[in-house]
């Protein structure tokens, strides 16, 4: 079953907007503007991925809030941002190739990775969140689903093999949505 939407808060609404939008491409579609619960008010865009699900994020106005808030799924959790991430399917690797390519034409850092059984690419959103397009490679097997299984009651089985590649990109050019801020 498809989702509808992931929503996250956002602070830097133009940021997310350049991100997703010129970097991702993906189409915002809608804004819902509506009062919260407690007296305030917020902004809720909607981004179209391509795939008939949405990205959406808030932009909260609402004083019983706090004013300052982690955006970045795993930083507000505590954890390394490889931890809570955000993955969107790719039909295939050349796809992954355009991805990574677009990524760092708009001044992104890209990690890729071939897991053996999909093939990612990652960066992060001016959130700080992790996004990924990735590409599942392998069928999955009976044996596959066993281990898993497996897995949920035990702690001794063998580690996964590492990925047969991992290889960083770095960029010079300063990302997107900071030159927008520049007016460069």
Same mark, same amino acid.
């Given at each position: 079953? !498809? ?5 996250? &808060? ?17 189409? @915002?579609?809608? #804004?819902?503007? !509506? /009062?919260?619960?407690?007296?305030? *008010? ?13 990205? !959406? ?12 808030? /982690?955006?970045?799924? +795993?930083?507000?959790? %505590?954890? /390394?941002? *490889? =931890? ?5 399917? !790719? ?12 990524? @760092?034409?708009?001044?992104?850092? #890209? @990690?890729?990775?071939?897991?053996? *059984?999909?093939? +990612? ?13 990735? =590409? ?5 097997? %009976?044996?596959?689903? +066993? ?9 001794? $089985?063998?580690?996964?093999?590492? /990925?047969?590649?991992?290889? *960083? ?10 030159? $927008?801020?520049?007016? &460069?």
């Amino acid at each position: 079953m !498809a989702y509808h939407h992931l929503a996250v &808060a956002a602070r830097d609404m133009a940021a997310i907007d350049c991100f997703y939008s010129e970097v991702m491409g993906f189409d @915002l579609v809608k #804004v819902e503007i !509506a /009062p919260t619960p407690k007296g305030g *008010w917020a902004k809720h865009f909607f981004y179209d991925t391509g795939q008939g699900e949405l990205m !959406a994020f808030w932009e909260l106005h609402d004083e019983t809030l706090p004013a300052e808030f /982690p955006t970045s799924l +795993s930083g507000a959790a %505590g954890l /390394p941002e *490889w =931890v809570n991430h955000i993955a969107f399917g !790719a039909a295939d690797v050349s796809e992954l190739e355009k991805r990574k390519q677009r990524w @760092l034409e708009h001044g992104y850092d #890209v @990690l890729e990775v071939d897991h053996n *059984w999909c093939h +990612s690419v990652y960066t992060l959103d001016p959130n700080g969140t992790m996004v990924e397009f990735c =590409v599942t490679t392998a069928e999955f097997t %009976g044996e596959d689903a +066993s281990r898993a299984r497996e897995a949920l009651t035990r702690d001794d $089985l063998a580690q996964s093999a590492p /990925p047969k590649n991992l290889e *960083w990109f770095k960029t010079e050019l300063a990302p997107a949505h900071e030159r $927008l801020e520049r007016g &460069a």
